[in-house]
């Protein structure tokens, strides 16, 4: 039985690889390739593996039933909470849309500006941040990237810088939150320990925002020519006769985004008081969405819901939860066991596994992708939990978060904004190619991961 045990590990984690590499490739669906490893696993795991044991002693579930059903124990894998965030989520982006609220938001920002391109860069770069706060990546992404290029072309400036600037600013203000981004969702459905809402917020937002100026000040320095380019007099002329309103059939359901953001971010914040999961709030907060816009739930379920993103993180749930069963992840998480076993204290241990983290976690996230490096980096920390006889503090559990998140800007393999945001340039002919982007961007990915090791590394010594 332990030969077939490791053989069937060894087989899962070639089916994990070879489904990451599917995923790297642009020719291959993503969603039939995910699906594909995720049965080929399940096959595995039943027919070679002791899976009962291997769910208890790698990933701690308790299967009680002396004749368990193979189907309940893996459906345990698909954390309900990140899908019900993002069904939920998905279906208040739609409705907010239809109401013409982004467009008011951007024509808003054109006009406050005055069309200056300096301020206007900061302006859709902040906007970016807020918006990835409470959105998911890609709806966010597919919402300003587009929004940026119409603004440039009214301002025949150079869209490159600002859309790149928003793509970045997609993942670092996508941070703050544990809904505003994929993996974000998963490290903290995840995590082994508790922690609010606002507890999750108030350990990365002060990061966030040093890394959102940073990001400003590197993107000014390096494209300042475009970023100060001069608009003339008629264009000025043309933006100051703006009327923000212009672009809305209601305003009262302007107003009613106005409130229903509120209302969610609001109720986030209150989670741990009502004693409800942020998954749960944010079903309620779309189905009241859902009767003050006076729609029906079944329009939004069919044609707002991303369905296929959400059949894919299903399916990848399902997958590494197979491959962290498995065991292929044990050796990786002995590594990291090594420094809590050195003569030194808890705290410069933590430090080491700190260093560790960040040096591993942003390369492995930019060309894995940080959705797939998340699902890891959380099996890695819920073994090295339940082994280590000290508790894990929380600065070290953020340092992953950082490195998963930074990680996903480094090359466009990390994320599927950065991808998309290319994708927009291409669409406007600018050719901005992998070697372009990583040439450029590099640099920023060096300096976030520095100041994020400091800032992990402060909040372990003072014992968060």
């Given at each position: 039985?332990?030969v077939l045990?490791l053989?069937?590990?060894?087989?899962?984690?070639?089916?994990?690889?070879?489904?990451?590499?599917?995923?790297m490739?642009?020719?291959?669906?993503?969603?039939?390739?995910?699906?594909?490893?995720?049965i080929?696993?399940i096959?595995?795991?039943?027919?070679?593996?002791d899976?009962?044991?291997?769910?208890?002693?790698?990933?701690?579930y308790?299967?009680?039933?002396e004749?368990?059903h193979?189907?309940?124990?893996?459906?345990?894998?698909?954390?309900?909470?990140a899908?019900?965030?993002i069904?939920?989520?998905?279906?208040?982006?739609?409705?907010?849309?239809?109401?013409?609220?982004?467009?008011?938001?951007?024509?808003?920002i054109?006009?406050?500006?005055?069309?200056?391109?300096?301020?206007?860069?900061?302006?859709?770069?902040?906007l970016?941040?807020?918006?990835?706060?409470?959105?998911?990546?890609?709806?966010?992404?597919?919402?300003?990237?587009s929004?940026?290029?119409?603004?440039?072309?009214?301002l025949?400036?150079?869209?490159?810088?600002?859309v790149?600037?928003?793509?970045?600013?997609?993942?670092i203000?996508?941070?703050?939150?544990?809904?505003?981004?994929?993996?974000?969702?998963?490290?903290?459905?995840?995590?082994p320990?508790?922690?609010?809402?606002?507890?999750?917020?108030?350990?990365?937002?002060?990061?966030?925002?040093?890394l959102?100026?940073?990001?400003?000040?590197?993107?000014?320095y390096i494209?300042?020519?475009?970023?100060?380019k001069?608009?003339?007099?008629?264009?000025?002329?043309?933006?100051?006769r703006?009327?923000?309103?212009?672009?809305v059939e209601?305003?009262v359901?302007v107003?009613?985004?106005?409130?229903?953001?509120i209302?969610?971010f609001?109720?986030?914040?209150?989670?741990?008081?009502?004693?409800?999961?942020?998954?749960?709030?944010?079903f309620i907060?779309?189905?009241?969405?859902?009767?003050?816009?006076?729609?029906?739930?079944?329009?939004?379920?069919e044609?707002?819901?991303?369905w296929?993103?959400?059949?894919?993180?299903?399916m990848l749930?399902t997958?590494?939860?197979?491959?962290?069963?498995?065991?292929?992840?044990?050796?990786?998480?002995?590594?990291?066991?090594?420094?809590?076993?050195l003569?030194?204290?808890?705290?410069?241990?933590?430090?080491?596994?700190?260093?560790?983290?960040?040096?591993?976690?942003?390369?492995?996230?930019?060309?894995l992708?940080?959705?797939?490096?998340?699902?890891?980096?959380?099996?890695?920390?819920?073994?090295?939990?339940?082994t280590?006889p000290?508790?894990?503090?929380?600065?070290?559990?953020?340092?992953?978060i950082?490195?998963d998140?930074?990680?996903?800007?480094?090359?466009p393999?990390?994320?599927?904004?950065?991808?998309?945001?290319?994708?927009?340039l291409?669409?406007?002919?600018?050719?901005?190619?992998?070697?372009?982007?990583?040439?450029?961007?590099f640099?920023?990915?060096?300096?976030?991961?520095?100041?994020s090791?400091?800032?992990?590394?402060?909040?372990?010594?003072?014992n968060?």
């Open positions: 039985m332990a045990s053989l069937g590990s060894i087989i899962i984690t070639i089916i994990v690889l070879g489904t990451i590499a599917g995923l490739n642009e020719n291959f669906d993503s969603l039939k390739v995910t699906a594909l490893g995720t080929l696993s096959m595995v795991f039943f027919f070679l593996m899976w009962e044991n291997l769910l208890e002693v790698n990933l701690g308790s299967i009680e039933d004749h368990p193979f189907i309940e124990a893996i459906s345990d894998l698909v954390n309900v909470e899908i019900m965030i069904f939920s989520v998905s279906i208040i982006v739609q409705l907010i849309k239809d109401s013409g609220f982004f467009d008011f938001i951007s024509l808003y054109i006009k406050l500006t005055k069309g200056n391109p300096k301020m206007l860069f900061f302006s859709i770069g902040g970016t941040f807020f918006i990835s706060m409470f959105f998911d990546n890609l709806s966010a992404i597919i919402l300003l990237g929004l940026t290029i119409v603004i440039c072309k009214q025949d400036v150079n869209p490159l810088p600002f790149l600037f928003v793509g970045i600013n997609t993942i203000g996508g941070m703050p939150t544990p809904v505003s981004s994929i993996p974000n969702i998963i490290f903290f459905s995840l995590y320990y508790r922690i609010s809402f606002i507890g999750f917020t108030a350990l990365m937002l002060p990061l966030s925002l040093i959102f100026f940073v990001a400003y000040g590197y993107f000014y494209f300042k020519k475009e970023i100060n001069k608009i003339d007099r008629d264009k000025k002329s043309q933006i100051a703006i009327n923000p309103w212009s672009s209601s305003k359901k107003w009613k985004s106005f409130g229903l953001l209302l969610l609001g109720g986030f914040l209150l989670s741990s008081v009502l004693g409800l999961d942020v998954g749960t709030i944010a907060v779309a189905v009241v969405g859902v009767f003050i816009f006076n729609s029906t739930l079944k329009k939004y379920v044609h707002g819901v991303e296929e993103m959400i059949t894919f993180f299903v749930f997958l590494m939860g197979i491959f962290a069963a498995s065991g292929a992840l044990v050796p990786l998480s002995k590594l990291i066991l090594i420094f809590f076993n003569n030194f204290s808890p705290t410069v241990s933590q430090i080491l596994v700190v260093i560790f983290f960040i040096i591993m976690g942003i390369p492995l996230a930019g060309f992708n940080n959705t797939s490096a998340a699902l890891i980096f959380s099996y890695i920390f819920i073994s090295i939990s339940n280590v000290v508790p894990i503090l929380r600065g070290t559990w953020v340092s992953l950082l490195a998140n930074i990680g996903g800007a480094l090359t393999l990390g994320s599927v904004t950065i991808l998309m945001s290319l994708d927009i291409k669409r406007e002919g600018i050719e901005f190619t992998f070697k372009d982007y990583f040439k450029k961007i640099p920023l990915i060096i300096i976030m991961g520095v100041i090791l400091v800032y992990s590394i402060i909040l372990v010594v003072l968060i």
